[in-house]
Every structure is written in C-alpha cells, then in structure tokens.
Nanobody
Framework: QVQLVESGGGLVQAGDSLTLSCTTA??????YAWFRQAPGEGRDFVAA????????IYASSVKGRFTISGDNAKNTVFLQMNSLKPEDTALYFC?????????????????WGQGTQVTVSS
C-alpha cells in the first residue's frame, strides 16, 4: 500500500507564502507532481519534478511564483508558493508516477495523496 502524506496547507492573505510537503512513506518514485482542484472545477496541473534529474515544469499560472523541489533521501517533495493570490485557493494534491516522464494530465499518475487545503483571502 502506497501512502502519500501531504501537509502545509492553511489560510493566508494575498501576497503571503506557504510551503506544502508530500512524503511517500519509504518508497521513491521517478516523478512527483502537484495538482490542485478548486470547488466545482477539474483537477489542474501545478508543477512536477523528475527526481533523478532535478528537472521541473510548471503551469503558466504559477511559473515564477511557485517552486517545486525534492529531498530524495527523505522521499519528500515540496511546493514553495510565494505571492499567493485568491485564485490559488484550492485543494492541493500530491501525485507520483513510476515513470520519469513529465505529464500534466492527472490520469497518468499512479498514486495520490488526500489533499491539503490552501485558502487565500483578498
């Protein structure tokens, strides 16, 4: 049973920062990603990292504000979110894939966390 544990969500004001973390208990995957889902919306890609290369990609809506990084020794990935906006409000999910390939579509990922809520007030 693969378990992804996310943490770091919360309620902040516009312009503030938050850091999300996701730990895959004892198992390393090739690709780690963050998606988010606002109420009534689909699950949108935010960022991904291929651990072995350190390569990253971002959605255009967060590029320059969010940074994804990983700690391979701890099987943990982080999402540093700066200059948060009300439109960043969503439930944020961590996802992992066994393949070292960038995918922005949720269906390509093998395992998912339960999500952590981020709410940005104006």
């Amino acid at each position: 049973q693969v378990q992804l544990v996310e943490s770091g969500g919360g309620l902040v004001q516009a312009g503030d920062s938050l850091t999300l973390s996701c730990t895959t208990a004892g198992r390393t995957f090739s690709t780690y990603a963050w998606f988010r889902q606002a109420p009534g919306e689909g699950r949108d890609f935010v960022a991904a990292i291929i651990g072995s290369r350190g390569s990253t990609i971002y959605a255009s809506s967060v590029k320059g504000r969010f940074t994804i990084s990983g700690d391979n020794a701890k099987n943990t990935v982080f999402l540093q979110m700066n200059s948060l906006k009300p439109e960043d409000t969503a439930l944020y999910f961590c996802a992992v894939s066994t393949l070292p390939v960038f995918r922005t579509v949720a269906t390509y990922y093998d395992y998912w966390g339960q999500g952590t809520q981020v709410t940005v007030s104006s």
